[in-house]
């Protein structure tokens, strides 16, 4: 009898190596929505950086499962407005022109 075993046929927990059994049928292949939600809400204005404490009234656009809320209808224009091949520069960046190098 193999030590994984007790006499009445039930699992010994104790088990040093217990190996996992198969798995169930919607189980053995990966899920696609796994981590993926259903609707995510951004309440910070990109534009501004400033967190929205109360989301109604406020502008948004929903974009694919995204929805982003603006802080006002110029911010929501602007983002709209910008182009998609736009450069994205960190504020504060150290790094940008050269300036921490050393």
């Known amino acids: 009898m193999s030590p994984l075993f007790t006499g009445n046929d039930g699992l010994a927990f104790d088990a040093p190596n217990a190996i996992a059994m198969d798995c169930l049928p919607r189980d053995q292949g990966q899920s696609h ?3 993926e939600p259903g ?3 951004s309440s910070v204005d990109p534009m501004t950086g400033a ?3 109360d989301l109604s009234g406020h ?3 929903v974009d694919g499962n995204m929805v982003i809320y603006f802080e006002s209808l110029e ?3 602007a983002f ?3 182009p998609i ?3 994205f520069h960190l504020v504060d960046n150290p ?3 050269g300036e921490a190098e050393g």
């Open 51 to 53: 967190e929205i404490e």
């Open 75 to 77: 911010t929501r224009q």
């Open 59 to 61: 502008p948004y656009i």
């Open 33 to 35: 929505r796994l981590h």
């Open 95 to 97: 790094y940008e022109d």
């Open 80 to 82: 709209q407005d910008m």
């Open 85 to 87: 091949d736009h450069p």
């Open 39 to 41: 609707l995510m809400i």
